[in-house]
């Protein structure tokens, strides 16, 4: 098993940045794949970016790439995901979670963090 704990959230003016942290414990984390998600209140569950286990491969949802970059240390275990120009609509609960290959969706992550808060003002 492995244990996600996110960190980084908060609020923030539209058009600025933060860097999300989700470390991680227990089985050796460059064994997962890490995948970040998002939820709005009201809304389902929406695959923002993941990364494979190496951190070579790196993959986003169409909405979010160029202003957002997954990352991974895994002599640290842990994935970053850092948010520029952030816009209203990014506002959400964001979650780190891993399984053994990238995936969209969230159905098919095995092991999930307890969530962040990120809150956009305009």
């Known amino acids: 098993q492995v244990q996600l704990v996110e960190s980084g959230g908060g609020l923030v003016q539209a058009g600025g940045s933060l860097r999300l942290s989700c470390a991680a414990s227990?089985?050796?984390?460059?064994?997962?794949?890490m995948g970040w998600f998002r939820q709005a209140p009201g809304k389902e569950r929406q695959f923002v970016a993941g990364?494979?286990?190496?951190?070579?491969?790196?993959y986003y949802s169409d909405s979010m790439k160029g202003r957002f970059t997954i990352s991974r240390d895994n002599a640290k275990n842990t994935v970053y995901l850092q948010m520029n120009n952030l816009k209203p609509e990014d506002a959400a609960v964001y979650y780190c979670?891993?399984?053994?290959?990238?995936?969209?969706?969230?159905?098919?992550?095995?092991?999930w963090g307890q969530g962040t808060q990120v809150t956009v003002s305009s």
């Open positions: 227990g089985r050796t984390f460059s064994s997962y794949a």
């Open positions: 979670a891993a399984r053994l290959l990238v995936s969209q969706y969230a159905s098919q992550y095995s092991y």
């Open positions: 990364i494979s286990r190496s951190g070579v491969g790196t």
